[in-house]
T-cell receptor, first 108, second 113 residues
Framework: TQLLEQSPQFLSIQEGENLTVYCNSS?????LQWYRQEPGEGPVLLVT?????EVKKLKRLTFQFGDARKDSSLHITAAQPGDTGLYLC????????FGAGTRLTVKP | NAGVTQTPKFQVLKTGQSMTLQCAQDMNHEYMSWYRQDPGMGLRLIHY???????DQGEVPNGYNVSRSTTEDFPLRLLSAAPSQTSVYFC????????????FGPGTRLTVT
């Protein structure tokens, strides 16, 4: 079983729609990161959240860290085809552990 | 800066063969790590290093060895390749493990037949 469970595993939406993906665990993390990965490339960091309840915004992306620092969500407003990719969360629990990811496809 | 570089990009091995995946970074990062990525499994940590001369096991270390003789280089050795080691391997580096951004290399796609 994964330390971090991400849902949904796959998501296919139309351009302009909103979406939320989730990253859940029973463990507490000192920090949690979200990465985006495109085919044939390594993951690239989007954001790091550290404080329970913290909300960070990156243009149309909103990240939230749960109050208990066990879970996180990523909300995308008005999705665009350029948002297509694999979204991975990673938690710092002495070493970095990744979830299996949510594969997002945004159709034009 | 080149960032994190990995070689080779692709590799095919036969069962039982050994090889070394190379990883180098030019950002003077202390923390380096190796992950494997399999469909539906995400990235799983194989080994990591918090500095030259120091290595430790991650989640899936069996069948792999690492060493860290310099800050820049962190090679991953497959001792006797098995089909279960068919995967995409990523090397990453960061200033520290505590909440710092990890910079990933482009990956090595390994097939063991």
């Amino acid at each position: 079983t994964q330390l971090l469970e991400q849902s949904p595993q796959f998501l296919s939406i139309q351009e302009g729609e909103n979406l939320t993906v989730y990253c859940n665990s029973s463990s507490v993390f000192s920090s949690l990161q979200w990465y985006r990965q495109e085919p044939g490339e390594g993951p690239v960091l989007l954001v790091t959240v550290v404080t329970g309840g913290e909300v960070k915004k990156l243009k149309r992306l909103t990240f939230q860290f749960g109050d208990a620092r066990k879970d996180s969500s990523l909300h995308i407003t008005a999705a665009q085809p350029g948002d297509t990719g694999l979204y991975l969360c990673a938690g710092d629990n002495n070493d970095m552990r990744f979830g299996a990811g949510t594969r997002l496809t945004v159709k034009p | 800066n080149a960032g994190v570089t990995q070689t080779p990009k692709f590799q095919v091995l036969k069962t039982g063969q050994s090889m070394t995946l190379q990883c180098a970074q030019d950002m003077n990062h202390e923390y380096m790590s190796w992950y494997r990525q399999d469909p539906g499994m995400g990235l799983r940590l194989i080994h990591y290093s918090v500095g030259a001369g120091i290595t430790d096991q991650g989640e899936v270390p069996n069948g792999y060895n690492v060493s860290r003789s310099t800050t820049e280089d962190f090679p991953l050795r497959l001792l006797s390749a098995a089909p279960s080691q068919t995967s995409v391997y990523f090397c990453a580096s960061s200033y520290s493990t505590r909440g710092y951004e990890q910079y990933f290399g482009p990956g090595t796609r390994l097939t063991v037949t």
